[in-house]
């Protein structure tokens, strides 16, 4: 008799015969310039928080997490709204940026917005020199637009964005959900990543006065990953 259990089935959540495939309705909130659909996950009452991965499409490691966390769950989010991929052409393609090659996370309007090439480390351990787009102008890629746009129209109180693979809770100012995070998943919380983040999609939030966190998973297996932080995720973001 297999005594494997796994995390989070022994507090409510869905038996793991059921986290296969999802239960929920996702639906469109937009398109890329080529026509894929992106999708997200709508709560069914006021939104307080959109949680979203996949905006650089090499990083599938918070897609995954964040697709077995909603997995877990009984019921629709009431508050919390889900992007499980902002950039579905470049995970697909595995790449940082989009299908054209622009780093999704350099073309947010900010204020700090630069059109210079985005510098990169294919690898942690590699220098800053694989070469990415920001964008022809601030805010040129589809993927940009449809994003803001729904922002716009959820109006959430707070925005959660998942990325990989430094291993920390990165927000300018702690709040409840920076100071949560951090203790529920044993991640320091730092004020900034340690460089310049021009036209990024929190120098974005922070031009409007919109709490965004940013949450970055250790450089683990997604095995690991997923053993290690999918039930608390589930219990601090949707209970």
């Not at 949680?51 to 877990?72: C, D, N, Q, W």
């Not at 991640?187 to 970055?216: K, M, N």
Request: net charge negative; proline share 9%; with cysteine.
């Amino acid at each position: 008799m297999n005594s494997f259990v796994y995390p989070g089935v022994a507090q409510g959540f869905r038996p793991i015969s059921e986290q296969g495939t999802h239960q929920f309705q996702f639906v469109p909130y937009g398109t890329t310039e080529r026509g894929t659909i992106l999708e997200y996950l709508p709560c069914t009452q006021e939104c307080w928080l959109l949680v979203f991965a996949g905006l650089h499409g090499e990083e599938a490691e918070g897609t995954m997490i964040l697709s077995r966390t909603l997995r877990l769950l009984r019921h629709q989010p009431e508050h919390t709204a889900v992007i499980l991929c902002a950039n579905p052409e470049g995970m697909a393609l595995g790449t940082r940026g989009n299908r054209n090659g622009v780093d999704l996370n350099r073309n947010f309007p900010a204020s700090n917005w630069k059109s210079a090439p985005v510098e990169c480390r294919i690898i942690l351990e590699a220098p800053r020199v694989t070469r990415l787009s920001p964008g022809k102008t601030a805010g040129s890629e589809a993927e940009t637009q449809c994003l803001m746009n729904l922002i716009e129209k959820l109006n959430p109180r707070e925005i959660l964005s998942l990325h990989a693979p430094l291993g920390f809770v990165d927000c300018p100012q702690p709040t409840p959900l920076t100071q949560n995070l951090s203790a529920a998943l044993g991640l320091p919380w730092v004020q900034s990543p340690g460089y310049e983040t021009p036209g990024s999609f929190g120098s974005w939030c922070e031009d409007r006065h919109l709490p965004c966190v940013t949450l970055e998973f250790p450089r683990e297996s997604a095995e690991t990953l997923a053993i290690r932080y999918v039930t608390p995720l589930a219990s601090l973001l949707f209970e």
